[in-house]
């Protein structure tokens, strides 16, 4: 147990955390591990200067965690991340009535660095998606699933770990929506288009069936063994994808999310529509994609205009 390394009381908290990130918080495993990792620094840190239990914990310790965070090369969006995981565990520490006092309420995190998030261009995306559409003709299994998950990552906005636990039954084909679950256990449904929709059901005539076995359950989309497709498939896929285009620096199944999100407003889409499309939380979050639009307006006037 790599909390054996840390004083008991401060070990035990970091359990008892765990518990309530996977309870209460309901978070993805990805962002608990995120967040433990973070802690885990955190109290090793707060340990090291002579700490042995919550109540020992103050905000000088907090900064200069961060502040070796930051001297060890740590990015700014690096370093915030860490400063809100300290900040939700002493809250939660004193919802608890573990400590009377939270040390970390006045830890300011750093301004997170304004960099956009790589975007695939409508031509880029043509590209890559008529090459899958052509490569399932022959109904190689792969192939035909291949095609129906990269329709339906750029179709949908949706996550790659959302696409992965998606169930037959989250489809509704008639109304061509899609019954997702996101981050939290929050539910919504998200409409996906007729490309989409013929990838799909080819997948479910001639790809799914083939692959069919004991172990694969409900699930909508299978590994070459039958189980549910690993989320590390989907990005080896994408990846090799990318890189075959060659004129992309966008990468991962989330550049196919930033994709789909960018040409929905460079549509005309509401910003709204599109932030419950993409299932977050916070419009701030969404709002990062006028800002990509924006930008691509701007080098369109830069490029064409004769006096810009």
Do not use: C
């Amino acid at each position: 147990m790599e909390n054996e390394t840390l004083p008991a009381e401060l070990g035990k908290a970091l359990d008892a955390f765990a518990r309530y990130l996977s309870g209460e918080r309901a978070v993805s495993a990805h962002t608990k591990r995120a967040y433990l990792g973070d802690l885990r620094s955190f109290l090793a840190h707060a340990a090291s200067e002579g700490a042995a239990g919550l109540k020992d914990l103050e905000l000088g310790s907090f900064r200069r965690w961060l502040g070796s965070q930051s001297a060890g090369g740590a990015s700014r969006s690096t370093v915030a991340r860490r400063s809100a995981t300290a900040r939700t565990f002493t809250a939660w520490a004193v919802r608890e009535e573990l400590i009377d006092a939270d040390p970390a309420l006045r830890l300011k995190a750093p301004k997170r660095e304004g960099s956009l998030p790589g975007v695939l261009q409508s031509s880029q995306l043509t590209r890559i998606l008529e090459g899958l559409e052509m490569a399932a003709v022959e109904g190689e299994p792969l192939a035909v699933r291949n095609r129906a998950m990269v329709e339906l990552l750029y179709a949908t906005g949706t996550r790659v770990g959302e696409l992965t636990a998606l169930d037959i039954d989250d489809l509704d084909p008639d109304r061509r929506t899609l019954r997702v679950i996101g981050k939290g256990n929050k539910e919504r449904t998200v409409p996906y288009g007729v490309p989409a929709a013929l990838a799909i059901d080819d997948w479910l005539r001639r790809g799914r069936p083939a692959l069919v076995k004991d172990n694969s359950g409900a699930a909508l989309f299978l590994g070459a063994r039958g189980g549910r497709v690993d989320q590390r498939q989907v990005r080896a896929l994408v990846d090799a994808l990318f890189e075959a285009l060659g004129d992309t620096s966008a990468s991962g199944p989330h550049a196919l999310r930033h994709s789909a999100a960018t040409h929905l407003l460079d549509g005309g889409a509401d910003l709204r529509a599109v932030q419950e499309i993409l299932g977050h939380s916070s419009l701030a979050t969404t709002q990062i994609y006028t800002h990509v639009s924006v930008d691509r307006l701007r080098k369109s006037y830069q490029q064409a205009h004769p006096r810009a």
